[in-house]
């Protein structure tokens, strides 16, 4: 049943070129989403959703990458059918889920969840990605839905943890602020003053 859409997927020269080349910008370990936070990471103003960029990387790298899919071991469909013709080599990992769409998804909803602009414009480039395996024939589409929801779980709880981390740094900070206030401006009693009887 998954074969049959893979092989019903229309593909072309332009098509190949066109995914062939984002695959390569992304990476086979989805570098573009590190470098990505890292830029983001040293902006004041998308500090937070480069943190959350990495925050998710990294979940979806631990869950997906090396838990999910040593656990499952799923074969590629190019190994059951190693007579289609690749564009790219094939993986050594097992099929589910797939890590490069929960990379993609997982950045997309770190950003979305900190800014819904630039959010939507993630989430595009993560459906191209979800479809690029799908189109070079690298997972299943079971396997790509799962790296969507992985992706996208991990992180809404990315751009949880850091905006409640940066909240709490938030709030110690201007109650240190109070503090140093209040003992500047609490009234001092002058014990040398005479009382009044």
């Given at each position: 049943?998954?074969?049959s859409i893979?092989?019903?997927?229309?593909?072309?020269?332009?098509?190949?070129?066109?995914?062939?080349?984002?695959?390569?910008?992304?990476?086979?370990?989805?570098?573009?989403?590190?470098?990505?936070?890292?830029?983001?990471?040293?902006?004041?103003?998308?500090?937070?959703?480069?943190?959350?960029?990495?925050?998710?990387?990294?979940?979806?790298?631990?869950?997906g990458q090396?838990?999910?899919?040593?656990?499952?071991?799923?074969?590629?469909?190019?190994?059951?059918?190693?007579?289609?013709?690749?564009?790219?080599?094939?993986?050594?990992?097992?099929?589910?889920?797939?890590?490069?769409?929960?990379?993609?998804?997982?950045?997309?909803?770190?950003?979305?969840?900190?800014?819904?602009?630039?959010?939507?414009?993630?989430?595009?480039?993560?459906?191209?990605?979800?479809?690029?395996?799908?189109?070079?024939?690298?997972?299943?589409?079971?396997?790509?839905?799962?790296?969507?929801?992985?992706?996208?779980?991990?992180?809404?709880?990315?751009?949880?943890?850091?905006?409640?981390?940066?909240?709490?740094?938030?709030?110690?900070?201007?109650?240190g602020r109070?503090?140093?206030?209040?003992?500047?401006?609490?009234?001092?009693?002058?014990?040398?003053?005479?009382?009044?009887?």
């Amino acid at each position: 049943m998954e074969l049959s859409i893979l092989y019903a997927i229309p593909r072309t020269a332009a098509l190949d070129n066109f995914f062939l080349g984002l695959t390569k910008a992304v990476g086979s370990y989805g570098q573009l989403c590190v470098i990505l936070g890292i830029v983001l990471l040293c902006f004041r103003k998308t500090r937070k959703m480069g943190a959350a960029v990495l925050i998710s990387y990294v979940a979806v790298f631990l869950v997906g990458q090396l838990i999910l899919k040593n656990l499952i071991s799923r074969p590629r469909p190019c190994q059951i059918d190693p007579a289609f013709p690749l564009l790219i080599a094939p993986s050594a990992s097992s099929s589910f889920p797939s890590t490069h769409t929960g990379w993609a998804f997982g950045t997309a909803t770190a950003i979305f969840l900190n800014d819904w602009r630039f959010g939507i414009a993630a989430y595009i480039y993560a459906f191209l990605i979800a479809y690029s395996r799908l189109y070079l024939f690298a997972h299943f589409p079971t396997d790509v839905l799962a790296g969507a929801v992985v992706g996208i779980i991990l992180g809404t709880a990315a751009a949880r943890l850091v905006d409640r981390q940066s909240r709490e740094s938030t709030g110690t900070s201007h109650r240190g602020r109070f503090s140093m206030w209040a003992s500047k401006h609490q009234p001092s009693v002058n014990l040398s003053q005479k009382r009044i009887h």
